[in-house]
């Protein structure tokens, strides 16, 4: 076994670390747009009636069924050429991972919005409040807090799903660390030390969430 | 935007090939990462800790890291630094068994624990061994509590086989982005490439539904 070497790493350390940093955006927006499509699609699924339910169930579906992978390189190189210009790499890769992870956001909502009891709509309802206030004020939040550990798990795969980008040259860490492992033939340390940062990022968002989860679950009892 | 679909129906065959490969690879990472998980299941739970911690580091270690990076590292890594020479494919199933064999370890363990105590005493008290009680009552009713979420896991199984393409392994993905180099029927290529993933995990994800409905589990 070769020698372990530091200075690949220390000798690039501030592009990895930009690199990183694109990895934390592209989990972050792809989140936002994932918890964008999670509220509005798990909302109609669950009040919006018959036909809406099976048009976007039929979304949340096929998304269950089509590889991250295949949902970024479609996005960024098929997509293009229906809408007539190119998406840079990082729109594509935002746009690829949320509209993916959106389908798993939107279950996880109808779950939480279907776990708050049926009278506390009506009772909503019969105070005069209108549906969307009824769900903005009263059901989404109780469901919030309960869904806080399925979001948690999520927000993790969200980061793990960003590493998928590199297949289409997002500049984020594992890309990066491909491009610094191929310039300095060095790839033992500089995929280690890739996956110790992943698992830096990933394992406290997890028990960060739980923690969080323990102070504040009793407010979602109801 | 003219479309030329014959490109697809022209390498129909290696679509064939490349969908087997997918689904071949999925069943040997599954076949191995049942026993895997229960192993890991059982040392987790172990109560000597010198058994328990290792796999606890093991799982929640290859739980919190990409499975891409996993399979790059285990590609790039073993041969070079310790003198393991493995195929593409057995790389790949190396990195997919790892994985998959860490989530089903937690999904075999909440099984397990989800099994009141009391029908431990009770087989005890009759007189079984813990490793009996183990083996006929506890493993038998975990085992169909956790089969909607073995499902489910098989279904991401099923879809981050696509990742080995990036090794080089001649799975869907693989053959459809090599036609699309070789074709430059970028859209034909890519959009059927994801119906053919489509038409194969639809019926399975319905069925992870109807598992979950069948099974679930009433306290």
């Not at chain 1, 798993?104 to 506390?120: D, F, K, N, P």
Request: with cysteine; hydrophobic share 55%; glycine share 6%.
């Amino acid at each position: 076994m070769p020698s372990i070497v530091l200075w690949p790493i220390t000798g690039s350390w501030q592009f990895l670390l930009q690199a990183l940093w694109t990895t934390i955006v592209l989990s972050v927006l792809s989140m936002v747009l994932a918890f964008a499509i999670g509220v509005v699609v798990g909302a109609l699924r669950t009040y919006g009636g018959r036909v809406l339910d099976l048009a976007l169930g039929f979304y949340v579906d096929s998304m269950r069924a089509i590889p991250v992978l295949v949902v970024l390189v479609w996005t960024f190189f098929a997509f293009p050429l229906v809408i007539g210009h190119s998406l840079n790499v990082l729109t594509a890769g935002v746009i690829g991972l949320g509209v993916h992870l959106g389908a798993y956001m939107a279950e996880t909502i109808r779950a939480g919005l279907t776990s708050v009891r049926r009278g506390q709509m009506w009772a909503a309802l019969a105070l005069g409040m209108s549906r969307i206030q009824a769900i903005r004020t009263i059901i989404l939040p109780q469901a919030l807090i309960r869904m806080l550990p399925a979001l948690g798990s999520l927000f993790v795969f969200a980061v793990k799903d960003s590493a998928i980008a590199s297949v289409i040259a997002v500049p984020e860490l594992l890309r990066q660390t491909q491009v610094v492992a191929g310039n300095s033939f060095r790839p033992f340390e500089l995929y280690t030390a890739a996956m110790l940062a992943y698992f830096l990022l990933c394992f406290p968002i997890a028990r960060g969430v739980d923690r969080i989860y323990r102070r504040l679950a009793h407010l979602g009892s109801s | 935007m003219n479309l030329d679909w014959s490109v697809v129906w022209n390498n129909l065959p290696r679509f064939w090939d490349g969908a087997l490969m997918t689904i071949w690879l999925s069943i040997a990472t599954m076949v191995l990462a049942i026993p895997g998980g229960l192993i890991l299941a059982f040392m987790r739970l172990s109560r000597m800790r010198l058994v328990a911690k290792p796999a606890t580091a093991f799982v929640e270690f290859f739980r919190a890291t990409p499975l891409i990076l996993q399979i790059y590292w285990v590609y790039y890594v073993l041969p070079a630094y310790f003198d393991v020479q493995l195929s593409q494919m057995a790389t790949a199933i190396l990195g997919l068994v790892c994985n998959i064999s860490s989530f089903n370890s937690e999904t075999f363990r909440a099984g397990i624990i989800s099994i009141r105590l009391g029908q431990w005493n009770a087989g005890r008290a009759i007189g079984m061994t813990d490793a009996q009680v183990m083996g006929r009552i506890v493993l038998p009713q975990a085992l169909m509590r956790v089969l909607p979420a073995l499902a489910s896991t098989w279904v991401s199984l099923f879809k981050d086989t696509s990742l080995v393409s990036i090794i080089s392994v001649a799975d869907l993905s693989y053959v459809s982005l090599k036609i699309r180099t070789e074709s430059f029927r970028i859209f034909e290529v890519l959009t059927a490439m994801a119906a053919i993933y489509w038409l194969m995990g639809y019926p399975q994800a319905k069925l992870v539904d109807w598992l979950h409905r069948r099974y679930k589990v009433a306290e």
